[in-house]
């Protein structure tokens, strides 16, 4: 009997090693916790310009409460918009808007005159439905 018992403890014992792990250990520190007493200092910049007519980009630059920055985009009447931004401290968005080139519309030409041809079909015959009652 002792031997019976001895045997059904090492079998569940091996069972529950054998069964997979699906805890989570502690997550990985990938870089140190940011201090909320560094000054944001960053800088970026993208364009885009391809034969299907995109003309866009934007840069900017920030140091501390002062940011600086411009984007442009290519308008549908032809013209370039350009905006110049900054901001320093307080004072808000403050941002210049400026175009180049003129605007280009293409010449009106109307579309041929639409003529539906005329359909007709019989009027629907009328037929009451049964009434029971």
Request: with cysteine; glycine share 10%; hydrophobic share 30%.
């Amino acid at each position: 009997m002792k031997v019976t018992v001895a045997v059904c403890l090492l079998a569940v014992a091996g069972a529950a090693l054998a069964r997979p792990q699906y805890g989570h250990g502690p997550p990985i520190a990938y870089r140190p916790a940011p201090s909320y007493n560094e000054v944001p200092r960053y800088a970026f910049d993208y364009g885009v310009q391809d034969n299907y007519g995109n003309n866009y980009g934007h840069q900017e630059s920030r140091d501390g409460y002062d940011t600086k920055g411009s984007y442009y985009v290519q308008l549908p009447d032809g013209r370039l918009q350009r905006v110049n931004y900054y901001v320093n401290g307080d004072s808000g968005f403050v941002a210049e808007v400026t175009y180049e080139g003129e605007a280009r519309y293409p010449a009106y030409s109307p579309a041929p005159a639409y003529r539906p041809a005329p359909a007709y079909s019989p009027a629907p015959a009328y037929s009451p439905a049964p009434h029971y009652g």
